[in-house]
């Protein structure tokens, strides 16, 4: 049989192992999961009799490269800083890689070497960046083709709660990691391309300049610039373009609110706070206000951020229970961003049967024959349960398909990757619609790009 090794199996793994294992019978693969906690990984197969569950250290130079040459092909889903201890091993023993992070400079510096020892190294085909690079490059390429020139292209993903799991005032839940979310935008300021002109937004003004989208049966959304939304120009073909900007959604609503952490300077991850295992909730909110012999913690912070009684950002506020002198932090010389990302854990946790939701967006706006038009592409997807989510089927079913792509030869190309190009793009869209990822095209007027004029 042949031989798949995935490491880690994390949240993201369980459509993937399902995948695999569901094909393992008439692809004569086996499959073995390696993770540090060898009961996570044989939670996740359920003694299925094509699988085996091993205790795996990454950072065991041993243990790792005896796995990674009894494999025919290794998925890495740890966490992206240590995918580069796999990849260097695949490349020695000529192993193939798939993984669903950004390509690092490392990674790429292995171009070369992959590139002579006739190895693929996959990376970035999960959902956000996955399904996005190979849903753009197909109407890209399409448009392209017909004689257009691309002058417009916008892309937006959110993880997002499913509208009947929607039980908070933030309409918000972690689907993914939430140091991430609380981390967002964070780094330097976010760039991008407007009519030719390069703009720029600061974090500190990031969450307050946002472009609202409608998407058919699900209502309206916002959304805020990523960092760098011209780190794919060059990749995706895009270099004389004069609108390129590439954004994060969620509801409308949440930006303003979350501002106020920025604000207040919650967000900051670069010092500790004193003595943070021992303060309450209420002490630490009250850390970031002025001082006032007679004004409670409330008063001072409405009067400090300006925000009226009946705003329904105080609720949401409220909602968090950031106020409670009770509650203790418990982390000990932690971060602000960390003791935040406590918090609101706390609160945003997916419940056993709540639904996750996925949602993608984007535009195009091209020329041709003279006139200029307009595409709106956009994609749903709804998880089933807390385990089988959105977000790990759109993570982990495109690297499942990639992985046995690679494996049977569909994907040739030796190589440090995304998935950019038609050999690898136009199977695994195909396949995907099967699991129902479908976007949903449609032509509207060109409007140009006015959202972040104000």
Sequence with gaps: MRKILVIGSGKSTSFLLKYLMDKSIEENIFITVGD???????????????????????????????????ADIVVSMLPARLHINVARDCIQYKKHMVTASYVSPEMQALDDSAKANSIILMNEIGVDPGIDHMSAMQVLDRIRSQGGKIILFESFTGGLIAPESDTNLWNYKFTWNPRNVVLAGQGGAAKFLQEGTFKYIPYHRLFRRTEFLEVDGFGRFEAYANRDSLKYQSAYGLDNIRTLYRGTMRRVGFSRAWNIFVVLGMTDDSYTIEDSENMSYRDFINAFLPYHHNDSVELKLRHALKIDQDDIVWDKLQELDIFNALKKVELKNATPAKILEKILTEKWTLDEKDKDMIVMYHKFGYELNGLKKQIDSNMVVLGENQTYTAMAKTVGLPVAMATLAILNGHIKTPGVHIPITKEVYQPILKELKNFGIVFKEKEVPYLGYNPLNN
């Design 36 to 70: 540090l906690n060898i009961e996570n990984a044989q939670k996740v197969i359920n003694n299925h009799p094509n699988t085996k569950a091993i205790a795996l250290d990454i950072l065991d130079n041993l243990s790792r490269s005896k796995a990674i040459k009894n």
